[in-house]
């Protein structure tokens, strides 16, 4: 299967390793996201991976519409607008969006949400790291977190404190950057007595490649619609 791939730092160049080792081909853009006005490939790709720039939205999702193709998106830092113009086009082709493609955060998801609920009068806190050349904060995985744990706790986040005290339904979120720290988070749940941290590493990017390429194989199989990392370990409608 051909799998294009919209990117070429370094998580489109580690998708396309895993790509060959998962026995299918990559493909790449013919000119750079930047330097064309419609995508190009030297033949149409069954799916598509995007790992690139917000700003590139509009052009992806034209060609995807255009020749069909399933499209895997990784890019984060989109707009509430860009978030519309993806949901819009998940009415014509399969989509799926993750802002992180980690199967230990897709647990950690579930674990803080269980967490919110059974410590509902615990303080919460989130922690992430990543490397110096992040150009987001914070980043994508975190907010999802805090969706997470708004799902079932009024919670405010508070991104920069000032010289105050926090309050119970707020939750600190922190982004630290710095080094070359591959991706960190951490959830604090605490009481003045004690503290229950839930918290993922990330050492490698290859586990964000492995998940994409994997969403890839699924969505190709995929109807229209809008799909979350999730979907590939518990179909909808399944047990």
Do not use: C
Request: no cysteine; hydrophobic share 40%.
């Amino acid at each position: 299967m051909n799998i294009g791939i919209i990117g070429s730092g370094k998580m489109g160049k580690r998708i396309a390793e895993v790509t060959e080792e998962y026995q299918h081909q990559p493909l790449s853009l013919t000119e750079s996201l930047q330097a064309t006005e419609e995508l190009s490939f030297d033949q149409t790709p069954a799916v598509m991976i995007d790992f690139s720039h917000p700003a590139g939205l509009d052009k992806i999702l034209r060609y995807s519409k255009a020749h069909q193709v399933p499209l895997v998106i990784g890019t984060t830092g989109y707009t509430e607008e860009q978030f519309a113009e993806i949901a819009q086009a998940a009415q014509t082709i399969p989509v799926l969006y993750s802002a992180n493609f980690s199967l230990g955060i897709m647990v950690m998801n579930r674990l803080i949400k269980q967490a919110a609920k059974d410590l509902a009068s615990w303080q919460i806190e989130l922690i992430e790291k990543h490397h110096s050349q992040k150009k987001d904060a914070p980043s994508g995985t975190a907010k999802r977190l805090v969706e997470t744990l708004q799902s079932v706790r009024e919670l405010t986040p508070v991104y920069q404190w000032a010289d105050k005290s926090r309050e119970d339904q707020q939750i600190g979120v922190h982004s630290l950057r710095a080094g070359s720290f591959p991706g960190e988070h951490e959830v604090l749940f605490a009481t003045k007595d004690e503290v229950l941290s839930v918290k993922h590493e990330a050492f490698s990017n290859r586990i964000f490649a492995e998940g994409a390429v994997q969403a890839s194989i699924w969505l190709a199989e995929q109807s229209a619609g809008s799909y979350q990392l999730e979907d590939l370990f518990e179909p909808r409608g399944g047990a």
